[in-house]
């Protein structure tokens, strides 16, 4: 069964999509911005500020650089894998974005510290610990995630 935290994940994923559809070329940029986003993950450099850095000046890019005229299709294509990739990014923020603790014997996801609602509805999820496995177990996801350094002590 969907939490509200799938809920909320899922919404910004078909934001994303229908945004990007509709927006056309200049949500290419902003799925470009998300790889290069997580290329610099893999080379070490990730937090707010390159996120803040790369969206930014790829926002200035797509609204000052002379665009192609596309076809009304391919730019849709374009724009719906730029919003598919900013979605999923956020989605997979919103999933693994809670704290977590480190237990006997590994890691505990969610910390139990967290209030009632919001434990349970992290626990519940069918995705959340999934999606938190599969990031803390890739150090560039991770790292772009900011997973390190969050848990609760």
């Given at each position: 069964m969907l939490t509200w935290v799938d809920l909320l994940a899922l919404f910004s994923l078909a934001l994303g999509l229908a945004l990007g559809y509709r927006g056309g070329l200049p949500w290419a940029f902003a799925g470009a911005g998300v790889l290069l986003y997580l290329l610099l993950a893999l080379l070490g450099l990730s937090g707010p500020g390159w996120a803040l850095g790369l969206g930014l000046l790829l926002g200035m890019l797509a609204k000052s650089l002379p665009l192609p005229h596309l076809s009304r299709g391919l730019e849709a294509l374009l724009g719906t894998l730029g919003g598919f990739l900013l979605g999923l990014f956020l989605a997979l923020a919103l999933w693994t974005?809670?704290?977590?603790?480190?237990?006997?014997?590994?890691?505990?996801?969610?910390?139990?510290?967290?209030?009632?609602?919001?434990?349970q509805g992290v626990s519940q999820s069918p995705f959340a610990r999934k999606v938190f496995r599969l990031a803390w177990q890739t150090p560039w996801l991770r790292k772009a995630l900011a997973l390190e350094g969050q848990h609760l002590r």
């Amino acid at each position: 069964m969907l939490t509200w935290v799938d809920l909320l994940a899922l919404f910004s994923l078909a934001l994303g999509l229908a945004l990007g559809y509709r927006g056309g070329l200049p949500w290419a940029f902003a799925g470009a911005g998300v790889l290069l986003y997580l290329l610099l993950a893999l080379l070490g450099l990730s937090g707010p500020g390159w996120a803040l850095g790369l969206g930014l000046l790829l926002g200035m890019l797509a609204k000052s650089l002379p665009l192609p005229h596309l076809s009304r299709g391919l730019e849709a294509l374009l724009g719906t894998l730029g919003g598919f990739l900013l979605g999923l990014f956020l989605a997979l923020a919103l999933w693994t974005g809670y704290p977590w603790e480190r237990a006997p014997g590994g890691l505990r996801y969610p910390a139990v510290s967290l209030p009632t609602p919001i434990y349970q509805g992290v626990s519940q999820s069918p995705f959340a610990r999934k999606v938190f496995r599969l990031a803390w177990q890739t150090p560039w996801l991770r790292k772009a995630l900011a997973l390190e350094g969050q848990h609760l002590r």
